[in-house]
């Protein structure tokens, strides 16, 4: 959809950071802590989505390395050609997951990963609905974010301009339930970045599950 203006800018700030931005995260010891959580929980030969997949590390290639068929999905061109590089068991599609045409309940797991935050508080909370129908009754959907109350406000993100819109914790809670998940578990920490330009950022991660089918009798 080329007349949404965001999606370019967001291309174009992950272009440029490119392996840049997975050696900034590569020391977030809570990312590690959720992947574990969703690994400890899948049964064998799982389908995965992972929106957002960036360079295909950690997430991709871990989910790969334990025996998972991962399909990642990232706007920028140059994030998914090193995914595609780095992690060649997985593939990845450049393309906004709003315009890729995924069947409800056809996942396992849905892995979120900060890859909201550029999108304004309707977009997320249409998202966020979407990707609740995706995973099968009793699979899961972890999501991690920044949770600040801001909207549409203007950024610099390790030297590359950027928008930014978010939800405070507890109202980032609620959007999920109301989506149709329950919130099994969260984890909120502090971390900063390496890299020269990073500033210490509060993170979320929400480890949820959608319900199963009533079962009769």
Known sequence: MTDDRERP????????????????????????RSLEWL??????????????SGT???TAETLVAAGHAVLGVDVSPV???????????????????????????????????F?????????????????ARLPKPEGYLVLATVP???EDVDAVFMGQPVRVTSFPAQELVTL?????????AQEASMFTPAHPD???????????RRPGQPRMG
Not at 41 to 48: I, K, N, T, Y
């Open 79 to 113: 994030m998914v050609e090193l995914a595609a590089r780095q992690v060649p068991a997985a593939t990845f599609r450049c393309a906004d997951v709003r315009d890729v045409p995924l069947e409800d309940a056809s996942f396992d797991a849905v892995c979120v990963y």
């Open 115 to 131: 890859s909201l935050l550029q999108l304004d508080r309707r977009e997320q909370r249409d998202l966020v609905r979407r990707l």
């Open 39 to 52: 690994l400890a929980r899948l049964a064998p030969g799982s389908r995965v989505l992972d929106v957002g």
């Open 9 to 32: 800018r967001a291309a174009a700030a992950f272009d440029a950071l490119g392996a840049e931005y997975e050696k900034a995260f590569a020391g977030s010891r809570t990312h590690r």
């Open 56 to 58: 295909g590390r950690p």
């Open 148 to 150: 600040l109350d801001v």
């Open 176 to 184: 999920v339930e109301e989506a149709g998940l329950e919130v099994l």
């Open 198 to 208: 990073a500033r210490p950022e509060p993170h979320l991660f929400l480890h949820c």
